[in-house]
């Protein structure tokens, strides 16, 4: 008998590339190719890559690199290149790196079995499809507690700084019965948690059913523990879909809020729909209807035309918020979007000045956030090991805090009531509560 084929993904970006890569793993698992973690001994590399900042380029063009090496081994290894730097360089990375074999697009993976059982070489397909939505592809998952699903792909809103509209094409949704039936089979499989994703999570919209029907549908299913989603734009959180989170018990308390900037003025110019106020408006809508859910965030300095007061604004909105956690960036440029033909004024000097002053403000506002949890009982879903030491186990809470667990005996996949001890950096610490 034939050794069996053993393929390695390894994943940049978000989780919606997260949960992408889960299903091309499931196409190849059931054409009998096996996973491994090992590069080294694949016969197939695939690298999922993210072109959000010109970090996350780098990155991922440099992993390829490191891989072309393994190939004087393997001369039979195929080395894909797939997602949102793939779909932006198209046939250009193969023009220049001809050790790459194929280059494939987001929404082009349902030809990987083919591609890879035909050894194809030299293939570059990144049309973007008005439709694709990989219905009724089970994925295979990687993590243990948390199912990803993906509810909706694309994104409309062209926000000015923004490489994923031109990476990822429109908006599209999917139908709500096949969201269910994935629900239904990471269930059965033994997942809790689901995390509902898209780029813009909120916009959902299959015929009548939008976000809130949709997030109402999934809290009645059986055996749903807890639901999360992410991201959702701030405009599109309404009343309706606050109102079914207060409703059910298994929707999680905790919504990421991308605030990018705090001036109206950059607000505008980056396209956001949103002016300072309205923003704030959004949140005291969230805080009023959901006393205690965690609100976190992400944050852009040193935008085109930023001044120092545009970036006070900023730092003003931190304050008035005070966000559970946030995602900090400095401005990167990126073709094709409608910023990269403003000019990058804000010096590199600047902005990393911009960006310790976020993230030095943020640090305080967790550590007071995380405080004024200490004393009470959390739900937490069990979901691993601390990296620092092995005897402690780790899990979220309802707001998606990191605790730590001391001690105590718990194993992985159990909800508990954990009362919280004490805090450090992002995380808490706590013990199982005995009322
Ligand atoms: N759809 C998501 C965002 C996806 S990108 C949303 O709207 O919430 C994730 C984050 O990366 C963005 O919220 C933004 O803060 C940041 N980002 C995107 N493009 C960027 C750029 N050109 N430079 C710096 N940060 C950027
Ligand atoms: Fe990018 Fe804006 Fe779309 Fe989010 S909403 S993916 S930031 S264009
Ligand atoms: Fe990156 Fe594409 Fe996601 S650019 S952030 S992997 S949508």
Redesign the pocket.
Known sequence: MMKPQKYYIETYGCQMNEADSEIVAGMLERATYQATREPEEADIILVNTCSVRQGADNRALSRLSQFKSLKKNNPNLLLGMIGCVAQRDRGKIIEERPFIDFVLGPDAYRRIPEIVANKKRQVIDVQLSRTEVYDGLMPFRNSVVNAWISIMRG?N???SY?I??YTRGRERSRSVASIVEEINAAIAEGYQEITLLG??VNSYRYNDIRFHDLLKIIAEIKGVRRIRFT?P?PEDVNTEMLEVMRDYDNICKHIHL?LQSGSTKVLADMNRSYSKERYLEFVDNIRHILPGCGITTDIIVGFPGETEADFQETLCVMDKVVFDNAYMFKYSPRPYTAAAKMKDDVPEAEKAERLNQVIAKQKIHTKQRNRSLIGTVQSVLIDGHSKKNPNEKIGRTDSNKLVILKEDHADIGDFIDILITGTAGVSLFGKINKP
């Open positions: 994104c809103k062209f926000c923004c994923v509209p780029q813009n991201s734009h991308p």
